[in-house]
Structure formats: structure tokens, C-alpha cells
């Protein structure tokens, strides 16, 4: 959530295409599950974060039970084998502009290439709760955007720069201040 919203305050134009989705699809009620189906940009927001920020860099090593081929390379059984997913969504042969912040790239459905958009792993290996983080961040994301205005601290934008131990951190912690919408005040009310 912190890679999504410093992503979204240093991209002002995303943000508010976001929150007038929102706005028309959610109105004055709080966003739910039920919604998710109509707010295509918001998910397309979460991939893109997902793939310039991916929780862990590295795929947890997998290990293949039988001489395989990967790439052109021979991978005898017994291998292990790290998928850099970090390298793999910034590689400039596989995504237009890698290192910029463009949701637009998913909203046809054409950014969901199994090969190239990992963030979870893939096959019978990928991870079990690839389901309910995206359910988690699409209500999450989606509350804070629809109850808050969000701004910078300062007006510089945010620095990106990251740090990866077994997870990516930002290097530098972010802080925003907010102020309340009035779907807010209507909600609390």
C-alpha cells in the first residue's frame, strides 16, 4: 500500500482518474466486494504497482524434478532455480516504458501475459493467496482514495528509491497528509 500510494501521489493525473471512477461507479456509499467488477482502472492501478513494486523481488526458488529446459539453457533435476520477478517486469523487451507508471498498459488485458507478470509466482507453485491480496488491496486502496484527499508532504515528488532484504521497502518512509472527503462525513454520519 505504501508503493501505491507514493506511486499515486507522484502521478496526480492517475490518482484523480481513480478517484472520479470511484466517485461514478461506488457514489456516496463504501466501496465493496461486489464492486470490484466495475472498477477496472483501480485494478489495473494495483497491477502496475504490483509490477514496479513487487512484494519480494525474488521468487521463492523452485527446484525442477526432472531435466527440463529453461530458456534455451539445459536445467538438470535437483536445480534451484530464483525468478528475478523485479528484473522481469523492468525488462524493456517485454514492456513498453518499463520503469514508468502507466495502469493504462493494463486496462485491455493485455499486460496479464502468465510469462511476464509474475508478481505472485505462476503455475502450481504461485502463491495461495494471490486471491485475497488482490481482494485486500482493491478495498483498501480504493477506501483510502475514495475517503481521503491525499497529498504531499512538501511539493517534491516522492522519492522512490528502494531497499530489498527478503521484501522491497522504500528507502525512504513515506508520509502524506489527508484530509477527509465528504463521502466521508456522509459515511460517518
Same mark, same amino acid.
Given at each position: 500500500?505504501?508503493w ?7 502521478h496526480?493525473d492517475?490518482?484523480g482518474k481513480a478517484?472520479?471512477?470511484?466517485d461514478?461507479?461506488v ?17 489495473? #492501478?494495483?497491477?502496475e504497482n ?5 512484494? *519480494?523481488?525474488l ?8 531435466d527440463c529446459t #529453461?530458456g534455451g539453457?539445459?536445467v538438470?533435476?535437483?536445480t534451484?532455480i530464483?525468478v ?8 524493456p523487451?517485454?514492456?513498453d ?6 495502469p493504462e498498459?493494463f ?8 510469462c ?5 509466482g505462476?503455475?502450481r507453485r504461485s502463491c ?14 480504493g477506501s483510502l482514495i475514495q ?9 517534491d515528488?516522492?522519492d ?6 527478503? *521484501?522491497m521497502?522504500k528507502?525512504?518512509?513515506?508520509e502524506?497528509?489527508?484530509?477527509a ?9
Open positions: 500500500m505504501e501505491a500510494l507514493a506511486n499515486l501521489l507522484n496526480p492517475v490518482l478517484k472520479a471512477e470511484l461514478a461507479r457514489g456516496d456509499r463504501l466501496i465493496e466486494e461486489s464492486d470490484f467488477a466495475k472498477l477496472h482502472y483501480l485494478q489495473s #492501478i494495483i497491477s504490483l509490477r514496479l513494486c513487487p512484494v *519480494t523481488p521468487i521463492p526458488p523452485h527446484m525442477p524434478s526432472s #529453461i539453457y539445459h538438470p533435476a535437483g534451484i530464483f528475478n520477478a523485479w528484473s522481469l517486469h523492468r525488462d523487451s517485454l514492456w516504458d518499463p520503469e514508468s507508471f502507466k498498459r486496462e485491455s488485458g493485455s499486460g496479464f501475459d502468465a511476464k507478470f509474475i508478481p505472485f505462476m503455475g495461495p493467496g494471490d486471491g485475497l491480496a488482490n481482494r485486500v488491496m482493491i478495498l483498501t486502496l475517503c481521503f484527499e491525499w497529498e504531499r508532504v512538501g511539493g515528488k516522492i522512490m528509491a528502494e531497499k530489498t532484504v527478503m *521484501t521497502f528507502v525512504e518512509p513515506l502524506l497528509m489527508c484530509r472527503r465528504p463521502v466521508l462525513d456522509m459515511l460517518l454520519s
